[in-house]
């Protein structure tokens, strides 16, 4: 592997793991909403699961490709591109703009507030 490919790999890692980390910060201040007999933990495990993401990947049309990857077909690796999304909405418009697509494409679509 070539020192730009590890570099821009490396890259997607730490971008991928700051929406993961934004995405459970954002699931968890939302466990308030749920009725009291829903565990906590099942939601957030459930709404930050791969299979989960891999759903609002599906459905959910990103403004840009992800360079240099194959046609996605496994689940691990659409959750990584949500992920990546949200990173870059962080970034790019701050953590409220990342709330409102964890909220709207993920929360309120696969939870009964």
Not at 8 to 29: M, N, P
């Amino acid at each position: 592997m070539s020192k730009s490919k590890k570099q821009r790999d490396l890259g997607y890692k730490k971008w991928e793991a700051t929406g993961d980390a934004i995405l459970l910060l954002v699931v968890s201040e939302n466990l308030h909403r749920l009725p009291r007999s829903i565990e906590g933990s099942f939601v957030i495990h459930y709404l930050t699961s791969n299979k989960m993401l891999a759903k609002v990947r599906s459905s959910y049309k990103f403004p840009f490709k992800f360079k240099g990857q194959n046609p996605i077909t496994v689940d691990e690796s659409k959750g990584d591109e949500v992920e990546y999304y949200i990173a870059f909405l962080y970034y790019n418009y701050g953590l409220e703009s990342a709330r409102r697509f964890i909220f709207n494409h993920i929360i309120a679509r696969h939870i009964i507030l």
